[in-house]
């Protein structure tokens, strides 16, 4: 059942991707983006905070079980782009929402639009989340001294406030932030490397670990248990595994705008550019997670970084990279609430002309939603989870495999539809059986938190 055409490919939320990808489209006539360019525009998309809670995820997966999962998600993410891109072949359509709208009309784009904007706030709030615990720790260990308590340019929360107020709500408040979008390529970089150093700091870090983070050293026989790695765990803690690898590899919402800017525009192309970018970022994800891993152990924090800072607080290495992601997510969190709030407007208020008033309204209820669940989310694994169950799965899992079966004239015992049903059945599964036991642990731990 095609859907008819539209101009979506010069529309504002086409651009707004674009511009959120660091590239001004290119409208009829262009030359359009090269095959390099396309595939470093996805491993934008798709690398981001993600990527310090992996290291989490293999200590209670095992090394093994890690691999095999991630390689799972990863190839899955892949099959999931196919779907859209075969949709968008048949429908001419050239957004995740237009093609919500093929399949199921004003309630399919609607709920696209509605889980694209949940999905926005939850990754804004891991990245605030990040400034909250790396601030406190990047500037002690700029200041080379002790110190007894917690004064207030060391509490994560005064902070973060203080970072909202004077960083992210001035560049959000910008009607157009185009001219950030150049040096959000710097992401990559970062990533690759934060990846780089904690290969490096592997051989630095010494197993058993030093003792409250000195150079006293645990003696006691056993201790040498802590430095054996598991290949295969499995555990009430096992369950965050798999969102925060969806939560890692959402790239969906951008695929289709990157695919109206490549040259020669061809299905083939564009998985070909698809599958190197998700192979490229797999291969950063299982670096970083299984030598940051190998590093700590069991001890690994669900925050990696936050495990550097207990053995090696003032190490400048470590501290560069720590100043690299906060920079990168104090530039991407003004960058990602462009287009949630153009998601909220077209929600609340579609066909309204621009206002300075219900901008500013709906910039500051967003961004003390954010501030909000960053402060009072427990750690990290918490919002990889909740979102990486509900949103991610959605986006990467149920609604391309929907879709796929409400669109597509195929039979239904076709490859395509038994595969898309599969990915439907896998996303509610996950949903499912994840997000309970995770806000279960979430509820059973703020409850400890008094008595500890």
Known sequence: MPCAPTDSADSPQGEQSLVLLGH??????????????????????????GILGLAYAMANTGI???????????????????????????????????LGFCAFKTTGKVLVASTILMQNIGAMSSYLFIVKSELPAAIGGFLHSDYSGTPWYLNGQILLI??????????????????????????????VYFAIVIIVKKWMIPCPLPVNGTVDFIQNTNSTDECKPKLLDISYKSVYAIPTMAFSFLCHTSVLPIYCELQRP????????VNTGISLSFAVYLLSALFGYLTFYDKVDSELLHSYSQ????????????VCMLLSVLLAVPLIHFPARKSFMLL????????????????LANLTAIVLLAIYMPNIQNIFGVVGSTTSSCL????????YLRISTEPFKSVQK???LGLIILGSCLGVLSLPVIILNWVQSEQRLPHS
């Not at 609340?348 to 910039?363: A, E, I, M, Q």
């Open 64 to 98: 093994i079980g890690f691999s095999a999962l991630l390689l799972i998600v990863a190839s899955l993410a892949a099959y999931s782009v196919h779907l859209l891109l075969d949709m968008c072949t048949q429908t001419e359509q050239k957004s995740y929402e237009d």
């Open 348 to 363: 609340f208020f579609p066909n309204s002309p621009f206002s300075w008033l219900r901008h500013t309204s709906v910039t």
């Open 396 to 403: 990467l899992f149920i609604y391309p495999g929907l879709f």
């Open 24 to 49: 001004v489209p290119q409208h009829h006539g262009s030359s359009g983006a090269s095959f390099g360019s396309s595939v470093f525009n996805l491993m934008h998309a798709i690398m981001g905070s």
């Open 418 to 420: 038994l595969g898309a």
């Open 266 to 273: 061809s299905k083939s192309r564009m998985q070909k550019a």
């Open 311 to 322: 053995y090696m607080p003032q190490d400048p290495v470590i501290m560069s990279v720590r």
């Open 162 to 191: 203080i970072t909202v107020l004077c960083i992210v709500l001035p560049l959000a408040m910008l009607p157009k932030i185009g001219c950030l979008s150049y040096a959000s390529g710097l992401s990559i970089f970062f990533m």
